[in-house]
């Protein structure tokens, strides 16, 4: 079998056009890595944003900063099954309740609007079992 002299040139074509085909698919794809922010080794005085969250190694948020659809500012720490168990938050009732994993409030400690102290404490079955007002 002759094998010509030119037939070595469609094969190493081949391998040089594959190769920056890559390169360039690799450089129009991925591009030069980006930072959010190069702080220059420091760190910023305040850092503003509408919300903040605070997520697990799955991606499962466990901890909110935010304004409730009052636009009150509120803090809420979730379980792992994203369920609310704490939060603390501004309303009309400024206050503190504490969820249980099925999301029943198990407590409840509030200001009324004239700044009346309130505790609720309920059990699993959600009835109430104290509730202590200052009058």
């Given at each position: 079998m002759r094998v010509s002299s030119g037939s070595w040139?469609?094969?190493l074509i081949s391998l040089v056009a594959g190769f920056a085909g890559g390169l360039l698919a690799a450089w129009l794809?991925?591009?030069?890595?980006v930072v959010a922010e190069?702080?220059?080794?420091?760190i910023p005085a305040v850092v503003s944003a509408n919300e903040f969250r605070l997520v697990d190694q799955?991606?499962?948020?466990?901890?909110i900063i935010g304004f409730s659809a009052e636009e009150e500012p509120y803090l809420a720490m979730l379980h792992r099954s994203e369920a609310r168990v704490i939060r603390l938050g501004l309303s009309e009732e400024s206050g503190?309740?504490?969820?249980d994993v099925d999301g029943k409030t198990r407590l409840v400690l509030s200001l009324d609007t004239a700044g009346e102290p309130s505790?609720?404490?309920?059990?699993?079955?959600?009835?109430?079992?104290?509730?202590?007002?200052q009058p």
């Open positions: 040139a469609v094969p794809v991925l591009g030069d890595p190069e702080t220059g080794g420091q799955r991606g499962k948020s466990r901890a503190l309740s504490i969820h505790l609720i404490l309920r059990d699993r079955q959600h009835r109430t079992r104290t509730i202590h007002t």
